[in-house]
């Protein structure tokens, strides 16, 4: 997985949102009134401030968010392109490249998990840098991805039934160093999974979890 979402990819998306090009389709029904997404109509342009990692320097892109209202009964959504994360500012491929990178080694502390291979990433002209507790935040929300990692892995599993990633999954372990209650634990593990099955999924799928797949979950 790249370490980040680049330049180009947002700047394509952005070109894309200029066109009228992106649709509702991949969003699922209104969770209200079931109207299914094709009849949603665009709402409004959201400006979000997305942070890109070059050369372990955090550099600010802004990109417009599209919001969809249903026509049935005026609840909005939100459509979120693949390098993007409900609530998050990080690119989706920051954030699963850090998150993994903690929850993969034993050893690995949220200290050592915001270093990349360009070292600690830090902003311009200013002493703050990646810290250890946005790293913790980002495996909670991946952990609770459990809805999303199921659908995929489903989907992994009848593409190819003879796949020991079930078997995989269910011997994996996490470092009785790395949590203090079952909760943690539990969260820790959903995260695992879902790094090692948005991998399997890209292999197998040749897409990420994140192009269509989790919207329709509902990033659940």
């Known amino acids: 997985m790249p370490p980040t979402a680049t330049l180009d990819d947002i700047k394509t998306y952005q070109k894309r949102v200029e066109k009228n090009e992106i649709t509702p389709h991949d969003l699922p029904p209104c969770p209200v009134c079931n109207v299914e997404s094709i009849f949603f109509k665009i709402h409004a342009y959201r400006e979000r401030r997305f942070l890109v990692v070059i050369e372990a320097l955090i550099q600010c892109v802004y990109c417009p968010l599209i919001r969809f209202k249903c026509p049935g009964c005026g609840t909005t959504r939100t459509y979120y392109p693949d390098f993007a994360l409900p609530h998050k500012h990080y690119t989706r491929q920051s954030i699963m490249n850090h998150a993994g990178a903690y929850v993969e080694s034993e050893t690995s502390t949220y200290e050592q998990s915001t270093m990349s291979d360009n070292g600690l990433s830090v902003y311009p002209d200013s002493d703050k840098a990646l810290a250890p507790s946005t790293i913790h935040r980002w495996v909670t929300t991946l952990g609770g991805f459990t809805n999303t990692c199921q659908k995929a892995l489903s989907l992994i599993i009848q593409q190819n039934p003879v ?10 372990n996490i470092s009785n160093r790395k949590y203090r209650t079952q909760q943690r634990k539990t969260g820790l593990l959903g995260c695992l999974r879902l790094v090692i099955v948005e991998a399997l ?4 799928f040749k897409i990420s979890i994140f192009t269509k797949l989790a919207i329709n979950c509902g990033f659940s």
């Not at 020991?164 to 994996?172: E, N, P, T, W, Y």
């Not at 999924?201 to 197998?204: G, P, W």
């Open 201 to 204: 999924f890209i292999e197998t």
């Open 163 to 172: 796949s020991s990633i079930c078997r995989d999954l269910a011997g994996l």
